[in-house]
């Protein structure tokens, strides 16, 4: 039997036409199937390939995911564009090694979800107010722009801007940063970032009227003005990413953020 694929590209003309040749590539020896396909192929930025993981969302068990970045950054993605077609013989030849990557869970009572890069809590005009539990011990009330939990994969991504640490994405466990927080003798909050363990639970107590949950290339405004509880958790939903060619993670980290390394 064939196997599925599908490419998921952006819109940027180099997209498209790398998406075209795919297509024509492997017509012969794999089969297009947008809604059960076994490969992804993500062609654009680490945006496309986060929209292509949340296309998917209800079925990582049965999919990899790969990426050729056109443009940008593309720290998710193992190839460029000009190396498209080694990517194509690579893949027809079949050896790939797979990594997976726990997504976060965020639940509550308004959106629940699972995120590759971070799970996010966040108010931008006026504060947010509300208590930090951690493993159900409360930590602080936290007064400030919102929190920011990060998987070691997403390390690189919002959390890097916020001053986070960079942490190898074989290892297990949530990076909790708060944003913008006012830190005085009435709302003092840890301001450091905290890595947290795999099975610790953060959950979060308050009114959050006005503040954007989500996370990823997703989220949703909270309208109600009651108090709630907003729970993160590192998941054992995985996404799998399939590498046809070897890619050391310092090498990454040096070419994408190291001024002169390409
Ligand atoms: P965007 O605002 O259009 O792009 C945000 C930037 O983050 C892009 O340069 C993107 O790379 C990069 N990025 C995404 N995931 C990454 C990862 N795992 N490692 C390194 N860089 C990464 O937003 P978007 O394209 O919809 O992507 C959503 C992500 O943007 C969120 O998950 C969040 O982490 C990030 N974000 C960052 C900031 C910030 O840094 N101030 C603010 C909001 C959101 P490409 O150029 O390759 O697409």
Do not use: W
Request: proline letters at 2%; aromatic letters at 12%.
């Amino acid at each position: 039997m064939k196997n599925t694929y599908f490419v998921y590209a952006n819109s940027n003309p180099l997209s498209q036409e790398i998406k075209e040749k795919i297509l024509v590539s492997l017509k012969d020896d794999y089969v297009l199937d947008e809604e059960n396909p076994s490969l992804v192929i993500s062609v654009g930025g680490d945006g496309t390939f986060l929209r292509a993981v949340r296309k998917y969302i209800d079925k990582l068990d049965n999919i990899v995911f790969t990426g050729i970045k056109t443009g940008k950054l593309g720290f998710l993605c193992d190839f460029s564009s000009d190396e498209y077609q080694t990517f194509i013989s690579l893949l027809k030849d079949g050896k790939c090694n797979i990594s997976s990557h726990r997504l976060v869970s965020l639940k509550s009572p308004y959106f629940s979800s699972y995120f590759v890069n971070e799970a996010r809590v966040e108010k931008i005009f006026d504060t947010l107010t509300c208590d930090l539990y951690i493993n159900d011990e409360k930590i602080e009330t936290f007064r400030g722009n919102g929190f920011n939990v990060a998987t070691s994969l997403g390390s690189t991504a919002y959390n890097r801007s916020l001053g986070g640490p960079l942490i190898h994405p074989d290892i297990e466990g949530l990076i909790l940063g708060e944003i913008a927080p006012i830190n005085h003798n009435v709302y003092g909050s840890i301001t450091s970032f905290v890595l947290l363990r795999k099975d610790d639970k953060i959950t979060l107590k308050g009114n959050f009227k006005g503040t954007f949950i989500g996370g990823d290339t997703v989220y949703q405004t909270i309208n109600d003005d009651i108090n709630s509880e907003i729970v993160i958790t590192l998941s054992d939903k995985k996404v799998q990413f399939a590498h046809f060619k070897e890619m050391r993670y310092y090498d990454k980290l040096k070419m994408s953020y190291v001024k002169g390394s390409k």
